[in-house]
Each structure stands twice: as structure tokens, then as C-alpha cells.
């Protein structure tokens, strides 16, 4: 009765806070290249539920508040590296990122639990490791809820996030800011020189940037390449903002020749505000194709055949957030029914299979909070009505649709909420997939990618119950994708989740030697993207032999139409339509099955 008394007094006093926290109305402002300077802008220590909860925490196990847990295992700080300023070192001084490896159910499912009752921030995981955020002095707390296998099975990746923090911001981010040297007259725009050289002389993907610089480097891209560029909106954001994008195609006129609806692919980063490198390669594809028309044959051909919408970031509030005030942020930034928790997670926000075996369903404060309501998520809302709109109203056809993340250099296809349920083209989206990885180990310094089931990165997908094994405990909620959305809701062929570099040394604080190289990985992944979809499933003559090979033995270009045995659960009507095992039609897409080897 004491702590619940403590813990009643505590929610009292919160209430009577100031509301500080509501979304600050967007005013308008002429767009400015300059980067943030963030002494100028005081941030607070810590928010005030991270305050309260780490309060009540050791009020609960009764850890003093000045104890530090010690940890072994962290790399020392580089010498000669710039200590972090004041403002990030009140924020994160105290946290580290802990890699738990999974060995059993039971493990998972334990962890899981203590996640969901800590309120912790989970990094990434799959069925072998789970990377959560914390404060260190609560590294005792999640011990204490964890069985004892699991006491020596976790290894720091950050020793010091602040300093991993600061170290991803471009190095004038913290500067004061001063007049230009002569030296420093540089013009900005894109430099028209062979892709080879862009890493060298194109200043703009040197750095991530800021949306400051984001939108006047793609109004600069539009007046440069008229012919072939269109700056859109896609919507408009909580705070008021607009979702910009790029539309890049060409659309050759031909009076002996039919046109149907325009074959459209859409390639978009930026759901989850703190993964930065997705907003910046989704960048660097769209500035390699823009770049690439009417000197590549191949790049030209591509453009022609397809419309390729760009979208950096579907969400601009939380992008800017954590640039001025918070690094980590994950979510949007509108208002729930907790004033000091704002945010919903846009990737947990669609309407097919919305908030499907959800552990955050009624907590606003937890990082994947899918919202009260399907599509309560208003960046998720208004790029759905945009792209069912496209599709309906404006004669497009959306063939390809691939959604960027961050971390752990994997390419998932749907479906997410659940793997006990196959999707009816699967052996066409893992075909797909295999050569998008393929492309991607090839490119030079290429990192390999793994290929499976969005679901499967679930490290509880398989239970022991019936029930368990259905729906499976996760870590964050399976169902409100954007990926299971665009293909089940609106018959995107193929559609993918591509989790870019690395594999937890930095994880979201990936440094920014590293834009360029993940670029150019998704931009050699988009071109094979476009080739197989013209029907050319090979890769180039000469890396998989004079012959025309790829390494897996299959000609280029070639289809493989056999069935493979044992697909019972999915048959085909007469009129073309597919029938999963529950009777139920699923859409009308060509079914092409792989050989088995």
C-alpha cells in the first residue's frame, strides 16, 4: 500500500505539470540550408515519463539513485575524439545499448515480458539476439525479471550513446556559428558527373542532413532536370508540414501504342524519425537515377518503363524532432491520451491486421504504439489515401512498393503479423528478394543481406500453446504494416521492408561514412528491382560466367513455372484468382513457382 501510495503521488504530481509537451503548432519558414546549432536551443535532461519511471524503478528494487551498474566489455572512447556537449550528455550520459542472446523460448518470452513492464526501448531484434536501450541503472531492474541464463548472456554494443550520438550529427551541428571562409564558397547543386565520382564530389551526401536542406535540395533537382523531375506532395503531416517526394519518369509519347495505367514504383524512408539512413538512401537512389537519364541506356530504359516516387521521410515531424531535441526519437509527434507520451508508430498504424497481438496496445508511452484506432497514425493515413488515390483517380498502377529501415541488413517480404499464414505469391516475392540481395553482395564493399519473412524477426513467433503458436508473443506488434498493407490492401505484386546497414555496432547512429556505401547498395538493388520486373532476372554478362549464368545456375531472364511439391495450400480457379486453404480469394496476380534444386 506504501508504493502504491508513492506511485499515486508520483502520477499526481506529473499531472500537475505544465503541459509543455503538446506538438507546438508549424509556422511556415523560408527554407534554410543552415544547419541546427544545438547549444543555441536549451533540451531537457531527461523527459519527464522516462524520470518517473526510472523513479519508480528503484523505488520498487530500492536501487539507490546514485548507482551505476558496471559493465564489462565496452570498447574504450577513441583517443582523440570530441567529447559530447552538455545537452546530450544530460540526455543520455547514462545509457548503454545491451545485446541479449536468445537461446530458448523461455528466454524470449521472459524478456519480452520484462521489456513490456520496464517500458524499455527495444533497438532491433530477430530469433537470436534482442538490442534494447536503457538507462544503466535499470540494467539491475532487468536482471531481476530475467531468468538466470540469462544474467551473463548480454554484451554492450554502446558503452557510451552519447558520445555515438554525437559523432552522427555533421561535425558543424554543435559549432557556433561563424561567417564562411572564401574556401568554403562552394555552389550547392548536384554535381553532373559520373556516378563513380559522386562519393567524391558531392558534398550533399557527405553528412545526413537535416529536412532544412532536404526539401531545397529536391526543389534544386526538379528545376535541373525538368524533363524527367516532379516535386510532389504526398500529404500533410500532424504538425502541419508537408510530405514532400520526388516523382522521376518519363512517359514517351506513342500513338500506335495503347497506354494503360502507368507502372509505378514507390521507394520510401523515414517512418521510424531516428533512422536516418534511410531517409539518406532513399536520397542517393533518387539522386542516381535522376542523374543517370540520358547517359545510362539501361538507366534511361527504366525510366521510361516506370514512374519511381521518392519519399524521404513520411515522417517530417519526427525527423525535425530529432535533429532539435531528441536523437532517438521513433515516432510521429502527435498528441495521445497521455499528454507527457506523445507519438504513434506509423509502421503499426495500417488498417490490414491493425494492432494484431500488440503488448503496447493501451500504453502511449511504449516506442510501438500502434495508435487507439487503424490508421490513427495521420503521416500513415495520408499516404494511404494518396497511394489508393493514385491508383484509382490518376491512371497508376503501383507494381513495386519498398519501405527502408534501420538496422540489421535484412530483406523481408509479408507478411509481418503473422507467419502462420503464407502469402499467395510467396515464391515470387522470395525470388525477388534473393536477387535484391544479390545485387546488393555484389556491389562493391556490398554487405550480404539475409532473406526471410517479415514475421519471423518475432523472437517469440514460435510458442508452445496453440494459441501462442498462432498469434505469438512478440516484442512489438506484427500487425498495421505499411508492408502488409500495400500488398494485401492494395495489390502491390511485390513489396518489401529492406533493413539497411549495420548489424548493431552502431545501429541507428550508423556513421555517415557509411551514406554513400548503403546508397549505392540500394541503388544497384533498385536497378535489379526495375530489370525484373521487365522480365530480366539476371545480372550483368561476366559475373556469372560467359554463359550468362548467375551462380544459382539459372539463365538470365529465364522463368520458372513449375509447382513446387508439397503447395497444397494455395490452388488456382479457372478465372485466374488464387484460393488459400480457408477458401478465401486472394488477389488476381500470376502465380510462378520455383524448382526445386
Known amino acids: ?46 523527459s519527464v515519463f522516462s524520470r518517473l519511471r526510472d523513479g519508480l524503478i528503484r523505488s520498487i528494487w530500492s536501487i539507490p539513485c546514485h548507482e551505476q551498474t558496471k559493465l564489462s566489455g565496452a570498447k574504450a572512447v577513441p583517443a582523440g575524439s570530441s567529447p ?8 543520455y550520459g547514462g545509457d548503454v545499448v545491451l545485446r541479449f542472446n536468445i537461446t530458448s523460448e523461455e528466454e524470449a518470452i521472459a524478456l519480452a515480458e520484462a521489456v513490456n513492464v520496464l517500458f524499455l526501448d527495444v533497438w532491433e531484434y530477430n530469433s ?71 562519393d567524391r564530389t558531392n558534398i550533399f551526401f557527405r553528412d ?24 510532389i506532395n504526398i500529404g500533410i503531416s500532424y504538425e502541419g508540414r508537408d510530405i514532400p517526394a520526388l516523382r522521376v ?17 514507390l521507394i520510401t524512408g523515414g517512418s521510424h524519425a531516428r533512422e536516418w539512413i534511410s531517409t539518406s538512401t532513399v536520397n542517393y537512389i533518387a539522386y542516381s537515377f535522376i542523374t543517370a537519364y540520358g547517359r ?35 515516432k510521429n509527434r502527435q498528441q495521445t491520451s497521455l499528454r507527457f507520451c506523445q507519438g504513434v508508430d506509423l509502421d503499426r498504424s495500417y488498417g490490414f491486421e491493425w494492432d494484431h497481438g500488440s503488448p503496447s496496445a493501451n500504453n502511449p508511452c511504449s516506442e510501438s504504439f500502434a495508435g487507439e484506432a487503424a490508421f490513427q497514425g495521420v503521416e500513415a493515413r495520408r499516404f494511404a489515401s494518396w497511394a489508393r488515390n493514385e491508383t484509382e483517380r490518376n491512371n497508376a498502377s503501383v507494381v513495386a512498393f519498398v519501405d527502408l529501415h534501420s538496422y540489421s541488413q535484412q530483406i523481408l ?27 546488393i553482395r555484389t556491389t562493391d564493399g556490398g554487405e550480404e543481406y539475409d532473406v526471410t519473412a517479415a514475421c519471423e524477426g518475432s523472437v517469440t513467433d514460435g510458442t508452445s500453446t496453440p494459441k501462442q503458436k498462432k498469434n505469438g508473443l512478440r516484442m512489438e506488434s506484427g500487425g498495421g504494416s505499411a508492408l502488409d498493407w500495400f500488398y494485401h490492401e492494395l495489390k502491390v505484386r511485390y513489396a518489401y521492408q529492406i533493413k539497411l546497414r549495420d548489424t548493431g555496432s552502431y545501429g541507428f547512429l550508423l556513421p555517415s561514412r557509411n551514406i554513400v556505401p548503403t546508397g549505392k547498395e540500394g541503388f544497384e538493388a533498385m536497378k535489379y528491382l526495375g530489370r525484373f520486373l521487365m522480365g530480366d532476372k539476371g545480372f550483368e554478362e561476366g559475373e556469372g560466367g560467359a554463359n550468362g549464368k548467375t551462380k544459382n545456375g539459372s539463365k538470365k531472364g529465364g522463368r520458372r513455372e513449375e509447382a513446387e511439391e508439397g503447395d497444397d495450400d494455395v490452388r488456382i480457379d479457372e478465372g485466374g484468382k488464387e484460393e488459400d486453404e480457408n477458401g478465401e480469394w486472394e488477389p488476381d496476380f500470376e502465380l510462378r513457382r520455383r524448382r526445386k534444386r
Open 128 to 198: 537470436e539476439w534482442v538490442d534494447i536501450r536503457l538507462s544503466k541503472d535499470v540494467v539491475p531492474s532487468l536482471l531481476g525479471l530475467l531468468p538466470p541464463s540469462l544474467h551473463h548472456a548480454h554484451t554492450p554494443l554502446m558503452h557510451d550513446l552519447a558520445q555515438a550520438i554525437f559523432e552522427s550529427y555533421p561535425s558543424l551541428t554543435f559549432d557556433d556559428p561563424s561567417p564562411p571562409t572564401q574556401n568554403d564558397h562552394r555552389p550547392f547543386s548536384p554535381v553532373l558527373q559520373t556516378s563513380e565520382n559522386t
Open 249 to 265: 519518369g518519363v512517359h514517351p509519347t506513342n500513338s500506335d501504342k495503347p497506354s494503360g495505367p502507368r507502372k509505378t514504383i
Open 208 to 231: 545526413y542532413q537535416p529536412l532544412s536542406v532536404i526539401i531545397p535540395w529536391m526543389r534544386l533537382l526538379r528545376s535541373l532536370f525538368p524533363t524527367h523531375v516532379r516535386m
Open 296 to 330: 545510362s541506356k539501361e538507366m534511361t530504359k527504366l525510366l521510361e518503363e516506370f514512374d519511381w516516387v521518392f519519399i524521404p521521410t513520411l515522417n517530417p515531424d519526427g525527423y525535425i524532432y530529432t535533429w532539435e531535441t531528441d536523437r532517438l526519437w521513433r
Open 413 to 439: 517480404y509479408p507478411y509481418t503479423y503473422t507467419c502462420a499464414r503464407a502469402p499467395p505469391t510467396f515464391e515470387n516475392l522470395q525470388e525477388l528478394a534473393m536477387g535484391l540481395a544479390k545485387a
Open 84 to 91: 559530447p556537449p552538455s545537452s546530450l550528455l544530460a540526455r
Open 1 to 46: 500500500m506504501r508504493l502504491l501510495s508513492n506511485c499515486c503521488s508520483l502520477g499526481l504530481i506529473l499531472l500537475l505539470l505544465p503541459s509543455s509537451f503538446a506538438a507546438a503548432p508549424y509556422t511556415p519558414s523560408t527554407p534554410s540550408i543552415s544547419l541546427p546549432v544545438f547549444h543555441q536551443q536549451p533540451t531537457p535532461a531527461r
